[in-house]
T-cell receptor, first 110, second 113 residues
Framework: QKEVEQNSGPLSVPEGAIASLNCTYS??????FFWYRQYSGKSPELIMS????GDKEDGRFTAQLNKASQYVSLLIRDSQPSDSATYLC??????????FGKGTMLLVSP | DVKVTQSSRYLVKRTGEKVFLECVQD?????MFWYRQDPGLGLRLIYF???????EKGDIPEGYSVSREKKERFSLILESASTNQTSMYLC????????????FGPGTRLTVL
């Protein structure tokens, strides 16, 4: 059974701080990794994709991948109250499918 | 931008009814997916399709069927709705290949009474 593990949170950070969200996965052959943001009552929205080891930056977001440790993370710099949401980690499972973690709730307080 | 639409945002049905959930994508994507999302259980894959008239079971296909007669449209069918199928249903699509990004529709919150 392929698994993707995330701390459910909530992770609480003050406005302007760096939020660090973590994810581990069990399938060593996974090649693609994604972060989705989901606001309450809404559908998941893709915010980052990462395919190779190292860091990938997009605006205030940085995704980090370490395949040897089977670990992927998302850093959100200068966190804003509008970043308060649940963040889902997803890992490719072959046959075009993704395995999703259950998500980490992030709360950014003003 | 990828646009994935679902036929209803909210739906209320009675136990035993046949329920159709429709999903349409406008970006010529090869792959389409149906998930359900429940508190504490996360996103679970029901069925997916990688081509017209092709379908594959996901993790929880029991009680569901699907239809893909056209590339842009993927339907989820609950043959005889039950209360344990009350959930948020999410459709997604991806371009193709093994490791593609998936884009989600707005979701349908189905309540079965």
């Amino acid at each position: 059974q392929k698994e993707v593990e995330q701390n459910s949170g909530p992770l609480s950070v003050p406005e302007g701080a760096i939020a660090s969200l973590n994810c581990t996965y069990s399938d060593r052959v996974s090649q693609s990794f994604f972060w989705y943001r989901q606001y309450s009552g809404k559908s998941p929205e893709l915010i980052m994709s990462i395919y190779s080891n190292g860091d990938k930056e997009d605006g205030r977001f940085t995704a980090q991948l370490n395949k040897a440790s089977q670990y992927v993370s998302l850093l959100i710099r200068d966190s804003q109250p509008s970043d308060s949401a649940t963040y889902l980690c997803a890992v490719s499972s072959g046959y075009s499918t993704l395995t999703f973690g259950k998500g980490t709730m992030l709360l950014v307080s003003p | 931008d990828v646009k994935v639409t679902q036929s209803s945002r909210y739906l209320v049905k009675r136990t035993g009814e046949k329920v159709f959930l429709e999903c349409v994508q406008d970006m010529d994507h090869e792959n389409m997916f149906w998930y359900r999302q429940d508190p504490g259980l996360g996103l679970r894959l029901i069925y997916f399709s990688y081509d017209v008239k092709m379908k594959e079971k996901g993790d929880i296909p029991e009680g569901y069927s699907v239809s893909r007669e056209k590339k842009e449209r993927f339907s989820l069918i609950l043959e005889s709705a039950s209360t344990n199928q009350t959930s948020m249903y999410l459709c997604a699509s991806s371009l193709g290949g093994a490791d593609g990004e998936q884009f989600f529709g707005p979701g349908t919150r189905l309540t079965v009474l």
